[in-house]
Nanobody, 119 residues
Framework: QVQLVESGGGLVQAGGSLRLSCAASRSSARINAMGWYRQAPGKERELVAALTSGGSTNYADSVKGRFTISRDNAKNTGYLQMNSLKPEDTAVYYC?????????????WGQGTQVTVSS
């Protein structure tokens, strides 16, 4: 069984930066397409950034120019670099990925990591 393990969340002041990581729990697993989502209290989960298996990216308008999604195939890890953070970026962030492991493919969610931006 393969899991996605998230890390990198925390408390930061407005204008600061954080980098979230999403690592496959098996070294033989490969992250293909992936996305980062967030859910703020009382709001629906929304897609923040997406990365296709071919390397194309897409961002929500609210984070364009501030967030960058990437993937390191050698480390089986995806990232979300978040710069110029704003209080409205406060949410639980989840990664979701299409993961290959031997002959199987899975769509897997990470456990979520809290990001809190203070004003």
């Amino acid at each position: 069984q393969v899991q996605l393990v998230e890390s990198g969340g925390g408390l930061v002041q407005a204008g600061g930066s954080l980098r979230l990581s999403c690592a496959a729990s098996r070294s033989s697993a490969r992250i293909n397409a992936m996305g980062w989502y967030r859910q703020a209290p009382g709001k629906e989960r929304e897609l923040v950034a997406a990365l296709t298996s071919g390397g194309s990216t897409n961002y929500a308008d609210s984070v364009k120019g501030r967030f960058t999604i990437s993937r390191d195939n050698a480390k089986n890890t995806g990232y979300l670099q978040m710069n110029s953070l704003k209080p409205e970026d406060t949410a639980v962030y989840y990664c979701n990925a299409d993961v290959s492991w031997y002959s199987a493919r899975y769509n897997i969610w990470g456990q979520g990591t809290q990001v809190t931006v203070s004003s």
